[in-house]
Every structure is written in structure tokens, then in C-alpha cells.
């Protein structure tokens, strides 16, 4: 093995994903798991998956062949000693990951950068594991890695400018879409998305529609691929309502993120969504699920108060410095399949509507929930648009 070597901690569906990228880019990759069946398992499941794009004649055989060798299946770190970058997809737990960069920092070069998929814990906590924090920052992909474009680069307080450049430069050269976010919570898609969750609840709780109207409203209405609740099973809600509910604690419990009883007790009661049967839909054998009420009027009046939350949470983005206005919008359009950029699609709708929907939310609930972002205030006061 050279020195283009990529090393991956972790193999579950992530880890296999940024070892399948890696060596399609010709990099050696080594890939650890604690859990040495786990490395079996991550082998079967590579070859499946790679195998079926010969199938479908996106590659041939020989470029299989070829990505599955440059894979090497480690059971132990110290093997790691010649890596260029490690990212580490293990599970979201904060000491697990500070443990695997204390021994991951003795074993690889001194040049070489440790980089973590967290998708809710913050970079600087995980890299005050190490002697040398500045090597250390996030890189963070969308499930599932090989497919979805976008990921998240974000340096932690103590991230040396020099890695962040390398280490974007590579995710570059891997012809992904690359943003740069504020080490804050949720980054920028987790943050950002919250409100197409959390305001789909409300209105169901509310009785304003049931939960295919307001499915159907967002994808035949509002462009969207998957409406909220399908999205929600999809995800899983065990995940969904973690990630909701750690933004929450994160943010010190600011009321736009507060997770909602509704999700929280599918949770405790074990419906997860697709993988366990149920969640807001029945996945059973020839169940029926019921039909959306399908009225033109109620389904815009759903999407507007859903997307004008939406644009809100990528104005606060922006205005609390955590990305440009152009990587939020990238980050949403490639990160999570939106029809259109959030900030663009304000400036179409127009800045004082969007502006005058939250205004008359926060009229009518009187909950810091529904607060108008003072940059959108600004903007709307000055005639002013994003782009």
C-alpha cells in the first residue's frame, strides 16, 4: 500500500459508503470495525451493492473487481499508520469517538487528518480528545454516501485552516458537493430541516389535515419528493426524533426545535416507520392506508406555513454566520432533494409574503417559535432580496 491511503473506522452502512467512494477513487482504503462480523457482513454487503451496478451497466465488472480489492478489511487500528485521512462513522456517542481518536493519534502520521461523520455532536468536543485538535474537523455525508452529492465540511474551534483546505480539496477531487458550515448544531441540513418535521406535526396535532393530505400537499404542491411523514418513517422515528431532539438540548432548548409528543410517543411505543411496520403508515401485507383530501386551497395553505418555517431557518443560517447563502442553498437542494434553494425560493415568493406569514404565525400562537429572523426583517425593511 502507498501513502494514498484512506482509512475508515466503522462498518455499518456509512462506513461501507465512504470506503466504496474512496476506492473508486483509486485510494487503498482500510476499513476497522470493533466488531469483527461486522467486517464480514460489510464485505457481503459491498459486493452486493457493487455487483448490481454491473447489473443496471453503470460499471463493468473489471471496475468492481478492482474497487473491492483496494478495500482492506482491518481488525485492528494499528494497521492505520500510513492513512492520509481517517473518518470515523461510528456510533453517535460522544466518548466512543473521543476514544477512537486517542488511539487512532499514536498510531497514524503526524500530517494525516482525523475526521468524524457526526451528524449531531460538535466537532470541538470530539477533537478535545486529542494532543493535536487542529488535524481534527467534520466531514460529513448523506446517507447513502456514494449516491447523495452533498457533504459538510465543518472545522471545529481548534481546526488548523490548512486542514479544512486539504481535506476539502479531496472531497472535491471525490466529485462531491462540498459546504462549509459553523461547528453548531445540526451543521446546516439537520438544522435547517427541523421545521418540514416539526410544523407537519404540529398541523396534524392541530387537526388542520390528516397525514396524507399533508403528504400530498407537500409533494404535489410544493415540489417536494417525499412528503414529511413518509420521509419521517422513512428516516426511522427512533432517528428522526433523536436528531430533533438534540438540536433542542443543543440550542438550550430554544422553542424552534422543540420535539413534539406525537413523535415521541411512536417512539416509545416502537413505531419506528418502515422498518418496524408501522409509523404514520401502515406497512403491513395488503393494508390499505387512507387517500388525501385533495383540496387545492388547504393544501397551499399547509405548504406556505411549512415553507415559510423553512426559508426562516435558512435566513437564521445565514444571519448567525454558519454558511453563505449560497451553501445553505446547495446544502438543502443536494444534501436533501429540495425543488429549490430555500433563499431562492423566498426572493421568488418575495420577502415581505414570506415575512407577513411568520409575522401572522406569531400573531396568532404567541410563541417565540414562530419569531421572524431579524435578517429577514432587515431584508423585507430594505427592499432587499437574497440573490
Not at 488511539?103 to 468524524?116: H, K, Q, S, W, Y
Not at 448523506?142 to 465540511?153: D, G, R, S, T, Y
Not at 399547509?302 to 449560497?326: K, Y
Not at 409574503?353 to 409575522?359: A, E, L, M
Request: aromatic fraction near 10%.
Amino acid at each position: 500500500m502507498g501513502t494514498n491511503v484512506i482509512g475508515v473506522v466503522g462498518a455499518g452502512t456509512m462506513g461501507q459508503g465512504i470506503a466504496q467512494i474512496a476506492s473508486t477513487f483509486h485510494h487503498d482504503v482500510l476499513l476497522y470495525d470493533a466488531y469483527p462480523d461486522k467486517l464480514g457482513k460489510a464485505k457481503h454487503s459491498l459486493r452486493k451493492i457493487l455487483q448490481r451496478q454491473v447489473e443496471k451497466e453503470r460499471m463493468s465488472q473489471q471496475e468492481v473487481n478492482a474497487i473491492i480489492e483496494r478495500i482492506h478489511f482491518a481488525e485492528d487500528l494499528t494497521g492505520f499508520g500510513n492513512c492520509q485521512l481517517v473518518v470515523e462513522a461510528v456510533v453517535e456517542n460522544l466518548d466512543i469517538k473521543q476514544d477512537v481518536f486517542k488511539r487512532l493519534e499514536g498510531i497514524v502520521p503526524r500530517d494525516c487528518i482525523l475526521a468524524t461523520n457526526t451528524s449531531s455532536l460538535s466537532i470541538a468536543s470530539i477533537s478535545s480528545a486529542l494532543k493535536k485538535p487542529n488535524r481534527c474537523l467534520g466531514i460529513h455525508f448523506f446517507n447513502p454516501a456514494p449516491i447523495m452529492p452533498l457533504v459538510e465540511i465543518i472545522p471545529g474551534i481548534a481546526t488548523a485552516e490548512e486542514t479544512t483546505t486539504t481535506a476539502r480539496t479531496l472531497i472535491d477531487d471525490w466529485n462531491k458537493t462540498t459546504v462549509l458550515a459553523k461547528d453548531t448544531p445540526g451543521f446546516i441540513v439537520n438544522r435547517v430541516a427541523r421545521p418540514f418535521y416539526s410544523e407537519a406535526i404540529r398541523q396534524l396535532e392541530e387537526g388542520v389535515a390528516d397525514v396524507p393530505t399533508i403528504d400530498w400537499a407537500m409533494k404535489e404542491i410544493g415540489g417536494f419528493r417525499m412528503g414529511p411523514f413518509e420521509l419521517m418513517d422513512f428516516i426511522g422515528h427512533d432517528i428522526n426524533y433523536k436528531v430533533t431532539e438534540t438540536v433542542f438540548e443543543e440550542f438550550f432548548y430554544d422553542p424552534r426545535f422543540k420535539p413534539s409528543f406525537t413523535q415521541k410517543r411512536m417512539v416509545e411505543a416502537g413505531f419506528l416507520g418502515k422498518k418496524s411496520g408501522k409509523g404514520f403508515y401502515n406497512y403491513g401485507e395488503e393494508v390499505q392506508n387512507p387517500e388525501p383530501t385533495k383540496d387545492e386551497e388547504l393544501g397551499k395553505s399547509i405548504v406556505d406555513r411549512i415553507l415559510a418555517m423553512l426559508i426562516n431557518e435558512a435566513a437564521d443560517a445565514v444571519f448567525m454566520n454558519i454558511a453563505t447563502i449560497e451553501d445553505v442553498d446547495l446544502a438543502m437542494t443536494k444534501g436533501v432533494n429540495y425543488p429549490k434553494g430555500l433563499l431562492e425560493w423566498a426572493d421568488d415568493i418575495g420577502l415581505e409574503k414570506v415575512f407577513d406569514r411568520i409575522t401572522a404565525l406569531q400573531m396568532e400562537y404567541g410563541e417565540d417559535r414562530y419569531r421572524p429572523n431579524p435578517l429577514l426583517k432587515r431584508m423585507v425593511r430594505n427592499n432587499g432580496t437574497f440573490y
